[in-house]
């Protein structure tokens, strides 16, 4: 009983002295509060009194008025400041002396400004100078500063004897704690034992701890640069020193008692998170991490924080302390990154492992709307609510590290929301950056709502504009300017044997080795845009290559086309292997055919099976107005539209060189057809040609227009002239016709002067009339003749069936005479029926067998008269005779009109038979001829139409 007596009165003693302690501790707590308050009211004293002495000097210099009420305020405010130190010091009367010093010395200062603001008022700056200038006025204020000084240290002083004093009797109630425990060490010597050594143990410690707690309250108040405070087992908020003030914004009045998660939004209040962080703090004895903490104004920033559990001796949690670093404002980070964050073009996000935007760039505040505060320490799924944060925060199974390697250089694609609520298209690039506080990860953000428009734009347009592609006649395929094929025609699959698929995406390398790629992508001094800029709308020449392997030459024509990615390149791409097989040709064919060809009078051009131009010459190209260039390579259907080339190729049945031979050697007339669409007469003589590359076609072409005209105007002189004939035929007749009268006249009157008075006058006389009757019957036959002669022009007689032989019979009986005098023998075979005019058929067997009797030899004359068919539907007819034959010089002359070959007084005749004749033959449409031997007789012949011909 005794022992458990002793053991209560020892644990009442214990628990006197704990209080005690405690009660200490608080006080001493307590004073340490009031000498920070004390010191924060000089500080706060001293800075408006120095603003109360700029704004005296503003007003000095400038005589300003809103300087004297700024004056004036400081002023007030001042002597509100000297109360509050005044209220604080109220218990010590020593600083109660050194307050009023310092007091006085600041009313003194202060009076003197007004006596110098009242002179500046009333006498101008240069008196208020002067009196400034010879003035104690600095005195008074280093004496103010001397006071102020005092009073700082008087409270340190008192702060240091304070803490010693408490110390002391913490000192002296730890000794009555361990006499105390000694008596129980008597009573029960175990439990003595336990209690003496533990309360030792606590003594110690409480030592060491209430040492650093007054050198730390010392040290940790000044820190600006990282908040300290101290926290309660339970988070309440029990220091708090400058640095946290500047940061967080609460002076420590309205702070200090408060739960620390008022640092926290609420989405972090929510999750518990202050409450796990003093967890983790405890468990591991300190948690160190960074998030977004809320300031006094609500906005955010981002904090490294370190909170330590305090432990008293026997290990039992007491309080924490934290200490926070704003991130958002280190030179570590700031410095590194901001400068190159803000240049980039996109917006940069950082992002801590737990999806928390640490940095941002303005490009990022713009681009979501929001301000750069109200970004910092958010949930990056604010603005990218899918995707981005998935990727980033591990799922148990894999790191973040990992799980952002894989997403590295990828750029994905994902929506961003702005803060008004709008959604829009993404793309993002990340990249891990290595920190103090950790991966964090840079994101690259770029708005791509444009190109995905233009994306859209582009299949529309693909739809558009895919029929005009695929109705060139020339392969044509679109580049991008990294030199990756993005669009082609079915011609570029055929030309290069690909399917499109294998194309699309591959490097336009594949397909053109070389040049074109290298005039497209920049070689670092120029751009690409500027590269193509020079080859647009030239013909550029190179080499195809086809899946096979195979090259081909071909031309390329580039055009730039404004795609959603950059410029895009169009190229229009030609083979020319024909143009180009054709100029090699050319050049092998050259020194052979070159001069030849040049030489010849004619256009030349050179053809293949195909009706290709592969050679030309120089009249070829003046013929049809191209340049060489021009020509070769292009089909012949380009100038001789017509005719030709379907002359050339087979139609399937015979090959070209059989088509050819058909043509070989004649003259063909086409049109031809020049460059400026004219067309003109040709004629064409083909010729082949074997080369290497088969038969080719050598035509030589002839303009043929002045031919063509000349025949024009020989046709026009020759109807001018038939018309003149007619006209001359009509006015012989005429003639002929009216000169009848007269000289009828002129022959019956000589005839009756010659009957009445022959032999009655003299000789003379007789001889002269007889002249006059011979020559006027001579003139009645010759314009008989020449009547009968026009007569055959302009009778419109009709051709019609006649019987030859009828009109051979009527002739010989108007023979008769003649043929019983001459005593003839005329024969004839039998003659066919003909296509002619009977009374002109018996004048011309009349005149030819008159003829046949008339110019004989002595001897019996013989005429015979045959009709032989010769060509198809025509007779031949001869009148052959054994006279005096006639030579062959005059075999013209004598069909002419007055022509004889003999005097009158040889043989009788006008000269004109044979003239009728020949006009009586052209009228039935034949012609008529002498074959003879002088001494041998004659044969005429001539050629009339069968009458079956009548049609
Ligand atoms: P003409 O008999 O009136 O002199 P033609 O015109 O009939 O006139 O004959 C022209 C000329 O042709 C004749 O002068 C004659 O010299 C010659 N001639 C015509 N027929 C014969 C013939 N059968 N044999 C020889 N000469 C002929």
Known sequence: MLAFGAVAAVMVAMASVAFRGTFMSNESNRWARHTVLVLGNLKT????????????????????????????????????????????????????????????????????????????????????AKVIRDDANPRTMAEIEDAAAKVRTEELRLLAIRDADASRRSEQANGILVI????????????????????????????????????????????????ICMLSPEGRIVTWNEGAERITGYGAAEIVGHDFSCFYGPEDQQRGLPGDILR??????????????????????????TVTTLHDPDGIPRGFSEITRDLTETEGSAAKYRGLLEAAPD?????????????????????????????????????????????????????????????????IELSGRRKTGGDFPIEIMLSPLHSAEGILVTAAIRDIS??????????????????????????????????????????????????????????????????????????????????????????????????NGDEFPIEMMLSPLDGA????????????????????????????????????????????????????NVQAEKQFGYSRDELLGQ???????????????????????????????????????????????????????????????TSAIRDITMRKLTDVRLLQKMEELNRSNQELEQFAYIASHDLQEP???????????????????????????????????????????LLTYSRVGTTKGILRETSSEQALGQALANLNSSIKAADAFVTHDPLPSVLGDETQLIQLFQNLIGNAIKYQKPGVPRVHISAAKCELGRWMFSVRDNGIGIEQRYFEKIFGVFQRLHKREEFSGTGIGLAICKKIVERHGGHIQVESCPGHGSTFRFALADSATIS
């Open 45 to 128: 004293l001293i800075l408006d009194l120095s603003e109360t002495e700029s704004a005296y000097r503003g007003y000095i210099i400038s005589g300003d008025s809103t300087y004297l009420q700024s004056f004036r305020a400081k002023v007030l405010k001042v002597t509100l400041d000297e109360a509050a130190l005044h209220d604080a010091t109220v218990d010590n009367p020593d600083q109660e002396n050194a307050l009023t010093v310092l007091a006085t010395r600041i009313a003194e200062h202060t009076r003197l400004d007004e006596t110098i603001i009242n002179l500046r008022q009333a006498a101008g700056l240069e008196a208020a």
């Open 180 to 227: 105390g425990a000694t008596l129980g060490v008597l009573i029960i010597a175990i439990a003595g034992w336990r209690v003496n050594r533990d309360s030792q143990r606590r003594q110690f410690a409480e030592d060491a701890l209430r040492d650093s707690e007054i050198q730390s309250r010392m040290l940790v108040h000044e820190v600006q640069d990282y908040a």
């Open 280 to 305: 983790t703090s405890i468990a591991d004895g300190r948690y160190e991490g960074q998030g977004p903490r809320v300031r006094k104004d609500g906005s955010r920033f981002i904090a490294n924080v």
């Open 347 to 411: 917006a940069m996000v950082v992002v801590n492992e737990g999806g928390d935007i640490v940095l941002l760039n303005v490009q990022a505040e713009r681009q979501f709307g929001y301000r750069r505060d109200e970004l910092l320490g958010q949930q990056v799924k604010n603005i990218i609510p899918e995707g981005f944060a998935e990727r980033l925060i591990s799922d148990g199974t894999r790191s973040t590290a990992d799980a952002l390697a894989q997403q590295i250089g990828t750029g």
């Open 450 to 547: 444009v190109r995905k428009a233009a994306e859209g734009h582009l299949a529309q347009m693909e739809g558009r504009y895919r029929g005009l592609l695929e109705a060139a006649p020339d392969a044509i395929i679109v580049v991008n300017q990294a030199g990756d094929i993005v669009l082609l025609n079915v011609q570029a699959e055929m030309r290069f044997g690909y399917p499109r698929d294998e194309l699309i995406g591959q490097p336009v390398k594949n397909i053109i080795p070389e040049g074109f790629a290298e005039r497209l992508i920049a070689d670092g001094n120029r751009s690409a845009a500027e590269a193509l800029a020079q080859q647009i709308g030239t013909g550029i020449e190179l080499n195809g290559r086809r899946k």
């Open 565 to 616: 990615d950059g410029i895009l390149v169009t190229a229009a791409i030609r083979d020319i292997s024909v143009r180009k097989a054709a100029e090699r040709h050319l050049a092998q064919m050259e020194a052979r055919y070159r001069g030849l060809l040049e030489a010849a009078p004619d256009a030349m051009v050179v053809v293949n099976r195909l009706g290709e131009i592969v050679l030309l």
């Open 635 to 697: 089909p012949v259907t380009n100038i001789v539209p017509e005719g030709f080339a379907e002359r050339l190729i087979a139609d399937g049945l015979r090959s070209a060189a059989d088509a050819l031979t058909q043509k070989i050697g004649m003259g063909i007339e086409l049109h031809g057809r020049r460059k400026n669409g004219s067309e003109f007469p040709i004629e064409i003589m083909l010729s082949p040609l074997e080369s290497t590359d088969g038969i080719l076609v």
């Open 743 to 785: 000289l009828r006249m002129v022959a019956g009157f000589t005839q009756l002067l010659s009957r009445r008075y022959k032999g009655r006058l003299d000789a003379d006389a007789d001889e002269f009339i007889a002249y006059a009757v011979d020559g006027a019957s001579r003139m009645q036959r010759l314009i008989q003749d």
